[in-house]
T-cell receptor, first 111, second 112 residues
Framework: AAGVIQSPRHLIKEKRETATLKCYPIPRHDTVYWYQQGPGQDPQFLIS???????DKGSIPDRFSAQQFSDYHSELNMSSLELGDSALYFC??????????FGPGTRLTVL | GENVEQHPSTLSVQEGDSAVIKCTYSDSASNYFPWYKQELGKRPQLIID?????GEKKDQRIAVTLNKTAKHFSLHITETQPEDSAVYFCAARGGGADGLTFGKGTHLIIQP
């Protein structure tokens, strides 16, 4: 069965640079979620989109923004990167806010 | 917002024995409680979930119980196997919210 796709899988950036992470949900899933997981920590909810509209907001920094496009894929844009932004970023998708299935994640390293 | 407490942080059991992980939540409006298994560097994988209108759910060796009055839910794994070794996270979704609030995780170690 098709799963959530995330790209890139690994990303290395310098401080103050920008990064864009992409997420392609499972086909026919209409809701996308973004989570951030630091080393040894639990996933922290950042933001979600339902039918291309922002539906819930968690602990997303003002330096980050996200959107969902007409084909339901989503992008997380991160600016003015800080060392503390180094983490695994997971995208999850669901059908109408039901069970969330996680993608493989993007490992972001900020140097 | 929702707050989820998870215990224990580390659990070591002999292969073949049972393991129990417990979570409590704070928001009485929460209505959905999934459990995820995560291996190092990998994605969280859903292993079982329960909704607030159900008290217990079982899937082979895995079961989850929910006590809405006490705002408490638990994961039970029977006949543990070496491949059960991983970090397990409980989570809750509050009423009207989309995002999951996770517990801090339990590192389950299966001793051969």
């Amino acid at each position: 069965a098709a799963g959530v796709i995330q790209s890139p899988r690994h990303l290395i950036k310098e401080k103050r640079e920008t990064a864009t992470l992409k997420c392609y949900p499972i086909p026919r899933h209409d809701t996308v979620y973004w989570y951030q997981q630091g080393p040894g920590q639990d996933p922290q909810f950042l933001i979600s989109f339902y039918e291309k509209m922002q539906s819930d907001k968690g602990s997303i920094p003002d330096r980050f923004s996200a959107q969902q496009f007409s084909d339901y894929h989503s992008e997380l844009n991160m600016s003015s990167l800080e060392l503390g932004d180094s983490a695994l970023y997971f995208c999850a998708s669901s059908a109408s806010t039901d069970t969330q299935y996680f993608g493989p994640g993007t490992r972001l390293t900020v140097l | 917002g929702e707050n989820v407490e998870q215990h224990p942080s580390t659990l070591s059991v002999q292969e073949g024995d049972s393991a129990v992980i417990k979570c409590t939540y704070s928001d009485s409006a929460s209505n959905y409680f999934p459990w995820y298994k995560q291996e190092l560097g990998k994605r969280p994988q859903l292993i079982i979930d329960i909704r607030s209108n159900v008290g217990e759910k079982k899937d082979q060796r895995i079961a989850v119980t929910l006590n809405k009055t006490a705002k408490h839910f638990s994961l039970h794994i029977t006949e543990t196997q070496p491949e059960d070794s991983a970090v397990y996270f409980c989570a809750a979704r509050g009423g009207g919210a989309d995002g999951l609030t996770f517990g801090k995780g339990t590192h389950l170690i299966i001793q051969p």
